[in-house]
């Protein structure tokens, strides 16, 4: 994996933004941001773009530390499209670039431009990885999951959830999140099993979710490495059960980058 590890963000949120529902009750709060849009072509400087990612900025100039910023934004994007021209991966390039945005807090726009101007081996795929590239994603395993789920037809769920208790105050964050439905799809790397604190934890969390009408979906190692397709049923029946019109088949593209169980 093309991982690069960054700050944990639980922290980030003590309290949410409009959170209080009319009923008083728990609701949901924010997320990262979602890419489905244009990039906005503003600080822009330079003609354009090669694989060494030249001229390339959505800051405008100014100080120095913006400059060193520019500098480390540039480096990324370059990074990127280097991993593209030596035949990269789909899948790999999404990690890649989730990474940087986590690590170095970048837009995920900055890849989506770089990517659009880049004339270099594969730039099919490298334009197709920026526009799924999410800011907030915490692992390569959560990465996977939502290219697993998007490049089978199924609605894109939304990246760090944050789930806030009555009065705004922050609850839980999750993975993967339909709050339409309140459906949470999870990773579940099986690295607390012994740890009696996560364990507790974990059932309390479980517990207040059951209470407030949340259904969770919990995917591990084997639901994408073993049997993705199983995975992909899980989801659309959680969907489907919780009102979601989805299609009855998949899309076949999913086949092309998770391994098929004969």
């Known amino acids: 994996d093309f991982a690069a590890s960054g700050q944990d963000d639980h922290k980030t949120a ?18 990262g941001p979602r890419l489905g849009r244009h990039p906005r072509q503003h600080g822009i400087q330079g003609g354009s773009l090669s694989p060494s990612w030249r001229g390339c900025s959505l800051r405008n100039a100014g100080s120095a530390d913006d400059s060193s910023r ?13 991993l593209a021209s030596i035949g990269a991966s789909l899948v790999d390039l999404v990690i890649a670039g989730d990474s940087l945005v986590k690590a170095n807090d970048l837009d995920p726009e900055l890849f989506v431009v770089g990517a659009a101007a880049y004339q270099g081996r594969n730039a099919r795929r490298a334009r197709r990885a920026a526009l799924l590239i999410r800011a907030g994603v915490d692992s390569p395993m959560e990465t996977r999951i939502r290219l697993l789920v998007v490049l089978a037809g199924l609605p894109e769920p939304q990246v760090n959830f944050i789930v806030c208790a009555a009065g705004g105050k922050w609850r839980w964050r999750f993975d993967l999140c339909y709050p339409e439905y309140k459906l949470i799809i999870e990773y579940d790397g099986r690295q607390h099993a012994f740890d009696g604190d996560q364990w507790s934890h974990d059932l309390e969390r479980r517990e207040w979710l059951d209470q407030d009408g949340w259904r969770i979906v919990i995917v591990t190692s ?41």
Request: charged residues 25%.
């Open 222 to 262: 084997e639901g994408i490495y073993q049997d993705p397709l199983r995975t992909l049923h899980r989801v659309r029946a959680a969907l489907e059960e919780r009102g979601a019109r989805v299609a009855k088949s998949f899309k076949q593209e999913w086949m092309q980058h998770f391994m098929v169980r004969a």
């Open 70 to 82: 520019r500098h480390q934004d540039v480096h990324s994007g370059a990074g990127l499209l280097d």
């Open 14 to 31: 003590s309290s949410c933004d409009a959170c209080e529902s009319s009923h008083g009750g728990p609701i949901v709060g924010r997320s």
